[in-house]
């Protein structure tokens, strides 16, 4: 359920959202990463502290929601794993994540694990992931997972792109504008 607070969009964590599209998502997590960089650039009050517990719980209903997307959604998996990797190495104050659901967090990671197992991870995925690799600590809790560890081990230079198409990039929520941050990926 989504309401207003503080004239930001919050999600109810308490409430299960109905399936949320990805094009849903995208608004939402626009809206929210908006808000945490308002904040950022004002003096810290109790009030605005109040305001990002508030983006947290919402960040956190996101990734759930992707969560529940991701088995049939490659998209909502891509965004649901960039979440997890994201609130691990980024502090929680510039991006709004922060304490994602580890039963989510487990649902993408079994997701992956079957697709390194079936071979069915996309390109797309493979150098997302293999870029991921680098922080290792990332998914420490998870190296169980025979592919993904086999994966994380193996990580090379070669699989990530040169270029990414920047205007779908804009639509794909926090990790689109990740990826169009970077400088190695050229314009």
């Known amino acids: 359920m989504l309401l207003r607070v503080s004239g930001i969009l919050v ?3 308490s409430i299960k959202t109905p399936n949320m599209t990805t094009e849903e998502l995208t ?3 626009n809206e929210l990463y908006s808000a945490v960089i308002e904040i950022y650039n004002q003096e810290q009050t109790s009030e605005l502290n109040n305001r990002l517990m508030d983006i947290f719980i919402s960040y956190r209903q996101v990734h759930i929601d992707y969560s529940d997307l991701s088995k049939q959604n490659d998209e909502a998996l891509k965004r649901g794993l960039f979440i997890q990797w994201y609130a691990l ?4 104050y510039l991006t709004g ?3 994602i659901d580890q039963d989510a967090e487990a649902i993408i990671i079994d997701t992956i694990e079957e697709r390194i197992c079936n071979n069915t991870l996309d390109k797309e995925l493979k150098w997302m992931l293999n870029y991921y690799a680098t922080w290792d600590f ?3 809790r998870f190296k169980n997972r025979k592919g993904l560890a086999q994966v994380l081990a ?3 230079d070669y699989l990530f792109p040169t270029k990414v198409d920047r205007e779908s990039m804009k639509k794909r929520g926090q990790m689109g504008r990740y990826w169009n941050s970077l ?3 050229a314009k």
């Open 27 to 29: 608004k939402i997590e």
């Open 154 to 156: 193996n990580k090379t």
């Open 138 to 140: 990332v998914f420490d």
């Open 89 to 92: 190495t980024e502090p929680s």
């Open 183 to 185: 400088a190695r990926l």
């Open 97 to 99: 994540i922060e304490n």
């Open 11 to 13: 999600l109810c964590a």
